[in-house]
């Protein structure tokens, strides 16, 4: 289940969701607010970095992957632009969401024209020190028209990459809750992060409350809070840090 907010002035969302407790088949109406604060990380610009591709030719990589995007990444937002990150760009899951601009010009079949991407899975086994294992069609987006099967040919790239912002009309950021979610364990998927891009931390609170509690990375951009002796019952708010693209 989903909900997606559009932007507002001063960056608070607002959401009501239905949200089906497995327990007694209990439906509760929620409501988000979401505050973001911003962090800084300094990404280079312009910099080398080695692409190759992987999954279907035309494909998005791999449904599923390790950030936890399942088959969003062949939906109308990802569009299948999206890319695996060797350990510096996947960040153990701290980068999953984040687009950065290819492009590449080591190829007489490269277009030498920008493409944007998001980092959707894990590359672990990537020896470069910045790596991108695109998708079959984002790798092919790089070609000259009529040569993408000629450049998925050639297998990997001397490619420039540099960090931009996310751009997803029509949308702030997307909740997914969780299907194990329940009174005592709630789980949420943040994603599509309209502007500055991957969430860095996030914290949730009752509305009705005044503490702020951590929330955990579970895995990528999979969040959770574990509340064994209280029940969440309430109104939620949200307040995640987003990294700052240069």
């Known amino acids: 289940?989903?909900?997606?907010?559009?932007?507002?002035?001063?960056?608070?969302?607002?959401?009501?969701?239905?949200?089906?407790?497995?327990?007694?088949?209990?439906?509760?109406?929620?409501?988000?607010?979401?505050?973001?604060?911003?962090?800084?990380?300094?990404?280079?610009?312009?910099?080398?970095?080695?692409a190759t591709w992987y999954g279907d030719p035309y494909g998005a990589g791999s449904e599923g992957g390790a950030c936890?995007?399942?088959?969003?990444?062949?939906?109308?937002?990802?569009?299948?632009?999206?890319?695996?990150?060797?350990p510096s760009l996947y960040l153990s899951g701290k980068g999953c969401g984040a687009c950065y601009q290819v492009k590449c010009a080591s190829n007489p079949s490269c277009s030498r024209k920008?493409?944007?991407?998001?980092?959707?899975?894990?590359?672990?086994g990537c020896p470069e020190a910045v790596h991108?294992?695109?998708?079959?069609?984002?790798?092919?987006?790089?070609?000259?028209?009529?040569?993408?099967?000629?450049?998925r040919n050639a297998g990997i790239l001397q490619i420039q990459y540099k960090r931009v912002p996310?751009?997803?009309?029509?949308?702030?950021v997307?909740?997914?809750?969780?299907?194990?979610?329940?009174?005592?364990?709630?789980a949420v998927i943040v994603e599509y992060v309209n502007g500055d891009g991957e969430v860095a931390s996030l914290e949730l609170k009752e509305a009705s409350g005044n503490a702020w509690r951590p929330m955990q990375r579970l895995w990528g951009v999979d969040w959770k809070l574990d509340s064994a002796?209280?029940?969440i019952t309430a109104y939620l708010k949200f307040y995640f840090t987003v990294l700052l693209v240069n």
Request: proline fraction near 7%.
């Open 174 to 186: 997307t909740f997914h809750i969780d299907s194990g979610s329940n009174p005592y364990y709630f």
């Open 1 to 50: 289940m989903a909900a997606a907010c559009h932007p507002r002035k001063c960056l608070i969302i607002s959401l009501v969701l239905l949200f089906l407790f497995q327990t007694l088949s209990l439906i509760s109406c929620r409501s988000f607010n979401s505050t973001i604060r911003k962090g800084k990380y300094n990404y280079p610009t312009g910099a080398p970095a080695v």
């Open 229 to 231: 002796e209280e029940c």
């Open 114 to 124: 920008p493409v944007t991407v998001v980092i959707t899975d894990s590359c672990p």
């Open 132 to 151: 991108f294992d695109l998708s079959g069609t984002a790798f092919g987006a790089l070609a000259k028209p009529g040569q993408d099967t000629a450049l």
């Open 68 to 86: 936890g995007f399942g088959k969003d990444v062949s939906g109308a937002k990802f569009a299948k632009m999206v890319s695996a990150g060797g």
């Open 166 to 172: 996310c751009k997803y009309p029509g949308t702030f």
